[in-house]
């Protein structure tokens, strides 16, 4: 191979990797993903586009949560990580904010048939679960709201998906109707995981449990693309 090809070729490869780290691959389902980066300073506005992608305004979504925006008081808030875990967390907003923050495009999808992409910003809930240290038996995440409103998912997805703890969206808060001061985002599961107001993650040994829409027939898995 020519010199000259060979600086081609390698540009090309360069070209591609790092096409791979910066651009949002559009998934199927309109489903538009950003890499998982830490979290950097995007000044103190909130944005309506990220990377050449339209975000949508989360305050501005319908509202279906089953009891209305909860008002979660801060100064009382504590997040319990608890039940299948060796060393039972009440964690401040603070220190739960004290582990790394990272930003990631996701988009939700929710049954009733709309969806919403933002650049959802928090700490990994790896990180967090490492802290409470859950047993060899536990199985289930559990997600409890302010609002007793439940979901769950496998240990292994919330792990292996390296899902976020959210407190901010489009580089601002969330407010009380989005979930404040914790929403879930449950990448690549429909929008009844993306737990809101969370106020307890609870990890359990039972890999049947059904949360509060899971119990009317909403399906547990809840994926939003199900390989074929
Ligand atoms: N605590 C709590 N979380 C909740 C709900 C709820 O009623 N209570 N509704 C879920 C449903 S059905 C959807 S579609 C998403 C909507 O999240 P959004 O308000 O950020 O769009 O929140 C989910 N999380
Ligand atoms: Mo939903």
New binding site residues.
């Given amino acids: 191979m020519s010199r000259t090809a060979c600086i081609i070729l390698l540009a090309l490869l360069v070209g591609m990797t790092c096409g791979c780290t910066t651009q949002s691959p559009t998934l199927q389902g309109g489903d538009i993903k950003g890499p998982l980066v830490p979290a950097r300073d995007l000044g103190t506005t909130e944005i309506s586009n990220y990377e050449g992608k339209p975000l949508n305004d989360?305050k501005a979504?319908p509202?279906?949560?089953?009891?209305g925006p909860?008002s979660v008081d801060l100064a009382s808030y504590r997040l319990v990580i608890d039940e299948a875990v060796r060393s039972p967390q009440h964690l401040t907003y603070a220190e739960v904010l004290s582990h790394t923050h990272y930003q990631k495009l996701i988009t939700?999808h929710?049954?009733?048939g709309w969806s919403?992409t933002g650049l959802f910003e928090g700490v990994l809930m790896k990180d967090l679960l490492a802290q409470a240290g859950p047993l060899p038996s536990a199985v289930t995440v559990i997600f409890h709201?302010?609002?007793d409103?439940t979901?769950s998912l496998p240990l292994a997805t919330v792990l292996e998906r390296n899902m976020l703890l959210a407190y901010r969206?489009n580089n601002g808060d969330l407010v009380a109707?989005?979930?404040y001061p914790f929403?879930l985002a449950a990448e690549d599961k429909?929008?009844?995981?993306?737990?809101?107001?969370?106020v307890r993650i609870e990890l359990s040994t039972d890999p049947d449990f059904k949360g509060?829409?899971e119990r009317q027939g909403y399906g547990n898995d809840a994926e939003v693309n199900p390989s074929p």
């Fill in positions: 989360f979504l509202d279906n949560s089953v009891r909860q939700l929710c049954v009733e919403a709201g302010q609002d409103y979901t969206v109707r989005n979930g929403q429909l929008g009844y995981k993306w737990c809101k107001w969370v509060f829409w």
